[in-house]
Nanobody, 122 residues
Framework: VQLQASGGGLVQTGASLRLSCSAS????????MGWFRQAPGKEREFVSA???????KYADSVKGRFDVSRDNAENTAWLQMDNLEPGDTAVYYC?????????????????WGRGTQVTVSS
């Protein structure tokens, strides 16, 4: 199983980034795809998740600014991040959960990618 996240970078406040997560080795339709992030010195926190059927969930801190999507035929999920703030600076992780229901608990996810760095300067 491999989850490959990409698309991070260094941007200024108010900019946008689009993270991609390419999955291999799993039956994509059986998995909820999630995004978590971890800033230095902080615990890993839930960002967003999307079920196979397209039901989405967001952390309150990103609601209205981030948009999660997936293409089940391409085994790929995306996280569109708009109006980025310095508080969004973190390593972002793509995850997969063997379930039809999403979760905000990182312990509920079975597979994790390596993460991609997002840095937002003020």
């Amino acid at each position: 199983v491999q989850l490959q996240a990409s698309g991070g970078g260094l941007v200024q406040t108010g900019a946008s980034l689009r993270l991609s997560c390419s999955a291999s080795g799993i039956t994509f339709r059986r998995y909820v795809m999630g995004w978590f992030r971890q800033a230095p010195g902080k615990e890993r926190e839930f960002v967003s998740a999307i079920t196979y059927g397209g039901i989405t969930k967001y952390a309150d801190s990103v609601k209205g600014r981030f948009d999660v999507s997936r293409d089940n035929a391409e085994n790929t999920a995306w996280l569109q991040m708009d109006n980025l703030e310095p508080g969004d600076t973190a390593v972002y992780y793509c995850t997969a959960r063997t379930s039809f229901l999403s979760s905000r608990d990182p312990n509920d996810y079975n597979y994790w990618g390596r993460g991609t760095q997002v840095t937002v300067s003020s």
